[in-house]
């Protein structure tokens, strides 16, 4: 449960940030800013540079107009996006031209060059797309006030494998974007969209311009742990791949069973506090179960933490990657509107800091249940990320792909892309007062990011 005061400190600290953004944060470098880049009744904004990898950008935007009631509806428009090198004074060339009309605008660009500073401008129906009035795209720096962005430089070496890390599908929720105590009543759509959120990831992942060879769902599978949920989560995951070999999961609190009823997600997938660990060409994948039997909060019991130890000891610098539900830092702990209580205990997050010390091969803990992208600090001088992704279920909507090459690993965040999930995450990006975006989108560095680190001793994908 959010702890009261924390969550009304962080509305309060969210709707100051969000309203003080269009006095203090840099302007957008946009023509007609003042008259709100409005034309002929259409209104494109919602502007966001969401992935930024070595040779592509992908832009997401809405257009709108006014009812005869004079209340904000999608409208649809075509898509333009307009992009050249930084150091050219040339008129920016057209790279996108779509006439297919949509509200909801979702544009990728590839061709580009690594490590290379790139102008861009995104247009519907030639009114051009500026930044919605939240901090995260109105700070100074950010691309969307920019107007630039850099491409990435990936790591050196070939590219072995691709994991797309997930989390938060919540199958079978009815009602998005709900806060204790009735402050926010959320929002509802009758179509079940963790479902079709669900498909939209795996129909994109299975996709060669994605190319993942496997996936990891790092907890809240499930809304509320029932047997039907349980099973129908299974069902769909089973449809991309083989539990243990293609696709790996551990439990969140949400996948916790219902009062005096039997464990029925353990039954479907793993046991109460059962750790699993997984080999790919090298690689070794640790799941946490980080859940308690009640509550929110996350735990590891004596023998699942033993059980890490022993493993750990056994190969300290063989290459692994961890996952559970979770949180672990105490940057996370203080950053997140639920508070400590809502993360790992203190106890246990220190007790893994110590064991990630003595083990120099863990190079990544990636954990979900704030629903936000983050790249948190460690506790102590390791060289561990600790890396939360946002919700599949809902806005920004998507997964991450972590590419790991022979001298390091490039991240990157994407949103799903069909219709329909584009809509809903265009209907929950307003959730929480508006707020939402600020939180949960997270920075353009802790969406897209390169890690160096010697992986030549592990195998690609045969």
Not at 80 to 94: H, K, M, Q
Not at 242 to 258: I, K, Q, S, T
Not at 352 to 376: D, I
Not at 393 to 404: F, M
Request: hydrophobic residues 35%; neutral net charge; proline residues 6%.
């Amino acid at each position: 449960m959010l702890d009261p005061r924390l969550r009304t400190l962080w509305l309060a600290n969210a709707a100051t940030g969000a309203a003080a953004v269009a006095v203090r944060a840099q302007r957008p470098v946009f023509a007609g800013y003042g008259a709100r880049v409005q034309r002929d009744s259409l209104t494109v904004s919602d502007l966001e540079v969401v992935t930024v990898t070595d040779t592509s950008v992908i832009l997401t935007w809405t257009s709108r107009s006014r009812n005869r009631a004079g209340r904000s509806q999608p409208a649809p428009a075509d898509t333009e996006v307009r992009i050249g090198p930084a150091d050219s004074l040339r008129a920016l060339p057209v790279r996108l031209h779509e006439t297919r009309r949509t509200a909801f605008h979702y544009a990728e660009i590839t061709g580009l060059e690594p490590g290379r500073e790139y102008r861009f401008e995104a247009y519907s129906d030639s009114c051009r797309a500026v930044p919605a009035r939240t901090l995260v795209t109105r700070r100074s720096g950010a691309p969307e006030s920019t107007g630039t962005f850099r491409t990435l430089t990936p790591p050196p070496g070939r590219l072995l494998r691709t994991i797309a890390l997930a989390n938060d599908l919540h199958h079978g929720e009815a009602r998005s974007g709900l806060l204790p105590g009735g402050l926010v009543e959320g929002l509802i759509d009758i179509e079940h969209y963790p479902e079709f959120m669900l498909r939209a990831v795996l129909e994109e992942l299975r996709e060669t311009g994605r190319g993942a060879d496997h996936l990891i769902a790092a907890g809240d599978l499930t809304d509320s742990g029932t047997r039907e949920q349980s099973e129908a989560v299974r069902a769909q995951l089973d449809t991309w791949g083989e539990l243990g070999r293609d696709y790996f999961v551990c439990r969140g609190n949400h996948d916790m069973p219902p009062k005096d009823e039997p464990d029925h997600w353990g039954e479907v997938f793993y046991p109460y506090q059962q750790l699993g660990e997984y080999a790919l060409g090298g690689m070794r994948l640790v799941g946490l179960d980080t859940t308690r039997l009640r509550g929110g909060g996350g735990t590891l019991d004596l023998p699942q933490l033993a059980h890490l130890r022993d493993l750990l000891h056994a190969e300290p610098d063989r290459p692994t990657l961890v996952f559970g539900h979770h949180p672990v830092t105490t940057h996370a702990a203080v950053s997140n509107p639920g508070g400590p209580g809502f993360v790992l205990d203190r106890a246990n997050a220190a007790a893994l800091h110590a064991l990630y010390h003595s083990a120099p091969g863990v190079f990544l803990h990636h954990s979900g249940h704030t629903h936000r992208n983050r790249v948190t600090r460690a506790d102590s001088g390791i060289p561990v990320e600790f890396l939360e992704v946002a919700a599949v279920k809902e806005y920004p909507g998507g997964y991450l792909l972590l590419r790991i090459y022979e001298g390091g690993y490039m991240a990157n965040f994407y949103k799903t892309r069909s219709e329909q999930a584009r809509r809903w995450s265009t209907r929950t990006r307003r959730q929480y007062l508006g707020l939402h975006p600020d939180h949960a989108l997270g920075s353009l560095a802790a969406r897209n990011h390169v890690v160096l680190r010697d992986f030549s001793g592990l195998t690609g994908v045969s």
